[in-house]
């Protein structure tokens, strides 16, 4: 399978622990996005990386959060002091340099805060 | 970026077509229109991408109008197993943040 993957898919924490995820994108696709879902809601767009660059970041990503791209390749996101409010299913996707980006989603990672 | 506004939610029957129209009152030029489909607890997945008149895959048809305010995805002959949430996104050249909104439910029945 050569689409995105990400690890762990679950995760289950103590409240105040740190978490990190992984993310392999699509091999050769220079674009990483993560985004946050919760239940019944849409993906929210918490950063965006081109190569090792990270180019945008959300709001919602507070200072908790950190995401690195350290060599264009595979990425991480990194909560520090999970809170119960992070408890949602964190995704990766990837996309090529085309014009109008179309990213490939992975199968996420579901984090529960306890 | 512009906003899309979609129906929360539609029920359709086995064999039927469905089509679900998400309106983008303020596209811009450059604005393509993309749909995904996502299931429970997966990613979402990328169904169709346009820009104007009408696109056809194997999987649905896009459907957008010369003034390009609103979209209609078709999905022909649904199963049970097309049951999901569907999403519309616009967006265009040098968008670097994909925003979804919060989709519609489809749900499908026997």
């Known amino acids: 399978d050569t689409g995105v993957s990400q690890d762990p898919r679950h995760k289950i924490t103590k409240r105040g622990q740190n978490v990190t995820f992984r993310c392999d994108p699509i091999?050769?696709?220079?674009?990483l996005y993560w985004y946050r879902q919760t239940l019944g809601q849409g993906p929210e767009f918490l950063t965006y990386f081109q190569n090792e660059a990270q180019l945008e970041k959300s709001r919602l990503l507070s200072d908790r959060f950190s995401a690195e791209r350290p060599k264009g390749s595979f990425s991480t996101l990194e909560i520090q002091r999970t809170e119960q409010g992070d408890s949602a299913m964190y995704l990766c996707a990837s996309s090529s340099g085309e014009t109008i980006p179309i990213p490939h989603f992975g199968p996420g990672t579901r984090l529960t805060v306890l | 970026l512009a906003k899309t506004t979609q129906p929360i939610s539609m029920d359709s029957y086995e064999g039927q077509e469905v089509n679900i129209t998400c309106s983008h009152n303020?596209?811009?030029?450059?604005?393509?229109i993309t749909w995904y489909q996502q299931f429970p607890s997966q990613g979402p997945r990328f169904i169709i991408q346009g820009y104007k008149t009408k696109v056809t895959n194997e999987v649905a048809s896009l459907f957008i109008p010369a003034d390009r305010k609103s979209s209609t995805l078709s999905l022909p002959r649904v199963s049970l197993s097309d049951t999901a949430v569907y999403y519309c996104?616009?967006?265009?050249?040098?968008?670097?943040?994909?925003?979804f909104g919060k989709g519609t439910r489809l749900h499908i029945l026997p």
């Open positions: 996104l616009v967006g265009g050249v040098g968008d670097d943040k994909i925003i």
């Open positions: 303020n596209i811009a030029t450059n604005d393509y």
């Open positions: 091999s050769e696709h220079n674009r």
